[in-house]
C-alpha cells in the first residue's frame, strides 16, 4: 500500500494504477506485524466506506495463499495446548490469549473472503470489510487486556484450526460460509457466556466485560454467514439445510459439542430444525 495522504487514505503515484479493494484485502491478510495489520484494516475499512476503493478484478493482483502471522507465534496441534485455571494470572493470561489468537485469525479469514471471492456482489465487501474492522477492534480489546497482564500475542502456543478450514474451503464461497461462520465462528456464539462466568468468578470483571462486548457482535457476523449461505443456494438451486448438514458430514468429524447458545443462533440465522438437527449431530 502506498503511504497514506495528508487526507489518510491510500494515493497512487503518477506512473502506476491505483489499488483495489482485492489488492489492499491481501495486503491485510499478509500483513504479519498485529500493530500494523490492525492500522491497516481501520484504514482499509474507511476508504472503502468512503467510496475511495475500486473492485475491478481484472486489474487486481492474484489471490493470496498465506496469512500474515507473528514470527514468534509458535503453532502446534490442539492437543498439546495445555488448560490452564483462571485462579492463576498465568491461567487467565493464557485463556486470554486464545481468543487473542481467534480475534487475530478472524481478521484474516474476512480479508481473505473479500479478497478470494471475487465474484460476489458488493453487498457481499460490505459485509466482509465491516466484519474484518469489527473483529480488528475485537484483536484489540482482547491483546490490551492481555497486555495488561504482562504479556503479548505470541507468549503462548496457539494452533491453527481456524486457518485450516479456510484452506479446504478456499475453492468455494458457499462452502465457506456454511463452515467457517456457521460451524467455527457460531462455536464462540456458545462458549463465550461460559467464558464470561469464569472470568467473572475468577475476579476479573474486565475481562468478562471486553467478552461480552465481542460476544453481541460476533451474532452479526455468524447472521452474515447464514444470509449468504443461504443467498448461494438459492443462486444454485439448492435446498440450504440439506446442504449444510450433508457439508458437515463430508468436512467435520464427531459430534457438535453442546450446550448451544440456542437464543444466540436463531439471531445469527439458525432455523429451529438446524437447531435441533445439530444438537444430535454426528451422535448415533
Known amino acids: 500500500m502506498s503511504e497514506p495522504s495528508s487526507g489518510g487514505h491510500p494515493t497512487a503515484s503518477p506512473d502506476r494504477r491505483p489499488d483495489t479493494l482485492f489488492d489492499l484485502a491481501a495486503r491485510c491478510l499478509g500483513e504479519p506485524d498485529p500493530t500494523r495489520k490492525q492500522a491497516l484494516t481501520r484504514q482499509v475499512a474507511a476508504d472503502w466506506l468512503a467510496g475511495r476503493l475500486e473492485v475491478d478484478a481484472t486489474r487486481a493482483s492474484p489471490v493470496a495463499e498465506r496469512p500474515g502471522r507473528p514470527a514468534r507465534l509458535e503453532l502446534v496441534p490442539p492437543r498439546q495446548l495445555k488448560a490452564r485455571k483462571l485462579t492463576s494470572r498465568d491461567g487467565r493470561a493464557a485463556m486470554i490469549h486464545a481468543v487473542v489468537h481467534i480475534e487475530f485469525n478472524a481478521i484474516n479469514l474476512a480479508w481473505d473472503a473479500v479478497q478470494r471471492f471475487r465474484a460476489m456482489p458488493r453487498a ?43 484452506r479446504r474451503t478456499a475453492h468455494d464461497p458457499l462452502i465457506r460460509m456454511a463452515l467457517v461462520p456457521r460451524v467455527l465462528e457460531a462455536r464462540g456464539l456458545d462458549v463465550t457466556p461460559g467464558m464470561i462466568q469464569r472470568f467473572q468468578g475468577a475476579d476479573d470483571a474486565e475481562t468478562a466485560a471486553r467478552l461480552g462486548v465481542i460476544l453481541s457482535e460476533e451474532v452479526g457476523h455468524v447472521a452474515a454467514g447464514s444470509r449468504w449461505f443461504r443467498a448461494l443456494c438459492d443462486q444454485r438451486q439448492l435446498v440450504p439445510a440439506p446442504t449444510y448438514f450433508a457439508l458437515l458430514d463430508t468436512y467435520m468429524t464427531g459430534d457438535i459439542r453442546g450446550p448451544l447458545n440456542l437464543e444466540a443462533r436463531r439471531r445469527a440465522g439458525f432455523d429451529a430444525d438446524e437447531l435441533e438437527r445439530l444438537q444430535t449431530f454426528g451422535q448415533p
Open 124 to 166: 457481499f465487501l460490505d459485509d466482509w470489510v465491516r466484519i474484518a474492522a469489527e473483529e480488528a477492534e475485537h484483536f484489540g480489546l482482547m491483546r490490551e487486556r492481555l497486555q495488561d497482564l504482562g504479556y503479548d500475542y505470541g507468549d503462548f502456543p496457539a494452533h491453527d484450526g481456524l486457518w485450516e478450514m479456510a
